[in-house]
């Protein structure tokens, strides 16, 4: 998943009062063409993927999403549903449902994945041990009055968990969708005594209510707003990073680093399990990484040193694996070159974080040939192999308008199509792998190590597996 975006301006950004909001759901759903069901769908959506930014299922599994009964509690009932997916364990209080197709559908779709329904009176009176996150998906910004049974009561449950929250006692976070329910959709919590949530998912745009929210944890979702919308309201929005479907709005707060910890929850990685080859036990989790959509799994941290013993590290993309080792691309001239030169040992560490797994190599590094360099080089998009030459790798320059004259040169150079030379400077190197290292994240700190060296049995070179103290 696509990490948010970091605004850090909230005042830059576009407030609606609720009469802005309200135009633009009709606009949404009248002349534009969207259904209800499909804005309801791409909120709960963007509802889970904040919460899935800053709350962790490993710490904080447990969800309890109380739903209203209008679109407000359909985003959360939509929620639901994706958290479950993404690892979570969500728990529905759905009071008074509205018989439509549309939301009994999606209680069908919940209960289907044997989500667990309760009522008011199945709710444990204290929160705090049952439940590590609690979605306030009661009321939205077309909510006028006072709230009834049984949603007064609930919220009061979810103010009293707000004040636990200030308090620091151990208490589940409360995340508001849209507005945190019972508050004026303009004014904010009128009387002081509202809801306090840690963390509130605006959709389509703030209300201007979200600019009295204090909490640490302020998202934009809903990513659906149309050009014709952001002119006619003149919406100032921040652009949503690739593919997420969430922005944060303010900075993050500020945290204790000492205190910043995983817990790894993995299969365990044992003897058994792991192959005598280290290159096919490297392919078959690296096809795991693969598999599991993260981004550019080949990704590999390079360490190397030259003759004075100072290490030098940056992150280099893997092209090729084969029995003889792997193999980058770079410029012969770079930093790393010359250490390489001057001794030609490296380490290599692969980390694929969504798997708890890293790979460490280690081994002595080798150019390759010419010919793989040259066949390599052509197979890359001509941008790639102008910016090779464009390039002359770590040499001072005086600023970036030097290599976009130079790029802008050798595309008309070679505006006609003809092949572009590689540079002589610019080729391969393969590591021959002399030590793997595979690394399982565990719980408690308590990792799998499997360490491959070689060694000679009979004359014929094998390699011996060693579990290591994590």
């Known amino acids: ?60 599994s447990r969800v309890l999403a109380i739903c209203g009964p209008g679109n407000n509690g359909g985003d959360g009932l939509v929620a639901a549903r994706h958290l479950h997916h993404f690892g979570y364990k969500p728990f529905i209080c759905y009071p008074k449902r509205t018989a439509k197709a549309l939301y009994n559908g999606l209680v069908t779709q919940l209960e289907s ?42 919220i009061k449950k979810l103010v009293a968990l707000g004040n636990s ?7 589940p976070v409360i995340v508001s969708i849209d507005i945190p329910s019972g508050w004026h959709v303009e004014e904010g919590d009128v009387s002081g005594e509202g809801i306090k949530p840690d963390m509130l998912v605006s959709l389509t745009a703030p209300k201007l209510c979200a600019k009295k929210f204090s909490g640490p944890h302020h998202f934009l979702g809903g990513r659906f707003v149309p050009p014709s ?35 790894y929850i993995s299969p365990e990685f044992s003897e058994e399990q792991a192959d005598a080859d280290p290159f096919v036990q490297f392919q078959k989790w690296f096809d795991d990484a693969m598999a599991s959509g993260m981004k550019e799994p080949n990704a590999m941290a390079l360490s190397t040193t030259g ?15 084969d029995g003889d080792g792997f193999v980058w691309y770079t410029n012969y001239e770079s930093q790393k070159a010359h250490q390489i030169s001057e001794n030609p040992q490296a380490a290599l560490l692969f980390y694929w974080d969504a798997l708890n797994r890293q790979v460490r190599v280690e081994g002595s590094v080798h150019k390759v040939s010419e010919e793989e360099s040259e066949q390599y080089f052509h197979s890359r998009p001509r941008g790639s192999q102008i910016g090779a030459i464009v390039s002359k790798q770590t040499a001072v320059i005086p ?16 505006s006609d199509g003809s092949p572009i030379p590689k540079p002589k400077y610019w080729g391969g190197y393969r590591l021959k792998p002399e030590l ?14 499997l360490r491959y060296t070689p060694e000679e049995i009979n004359g014929k070179r094998v390699w011996k597996i060693e579990r290591l103290s994590p």
């Open 1 to 60: 998943m696509a990490s948010a975006k970091i605004v850090s301006d909230p005042e830059s950004i576009s407030y609606l009062n609720q009469r802005e909001a309200a135009e633009i759901d009709e606009i949404l759903m009248g002349p534009l063409g969207f259904s209800v069901d499909q804005l309801m769908e791409l909120a709960g959506l963007s509802v889970a993927t904040s919460i899935a930014e800053v709350y962790k299922p490993a710490e904080h």
């Open 113 to 154: 994945l044997s989500v667990p329904f309760l009522s008011v009176e199945d709710l444990p009176a204290d929160f705090s041990t049952s439940f590590d996150i609690v979605v306030d998906a009661i009321f939205g910004f077309s909510f006028h009055g006072s709230p009834r049974p049984p949603f007064d009561d609930l």
């Open 165 to 171: 929250n200030q308090r620091n006692q151990k208490s």
């Open 229 to 263: 919308i952001a002119e006619k309201f003149k919406l100032e929005l921040p652009a949503y990073p690739g593919t997420s479907m969430c922005v944060r709005i303010g900075k993050p707060p500020r945290v204790d680093i000492s205190a910043l910890r995983e817990n």
């Open 307 to 321: 003759k004075d013993g100072k290490p030098s590290s940056r992150m280099v993309l893997l092209k090729g694996l």
């Open 399 to 414: 600023g970036r308008q030097v290599l976009h004259q130079r790029q802008e040169e050798l595309e008309a150079q070679y």
């Open 436 to 449: 793997f290292e595979f690394w399982q994240g565990q719980p408690s700190r308590l990792h799998d190590r």
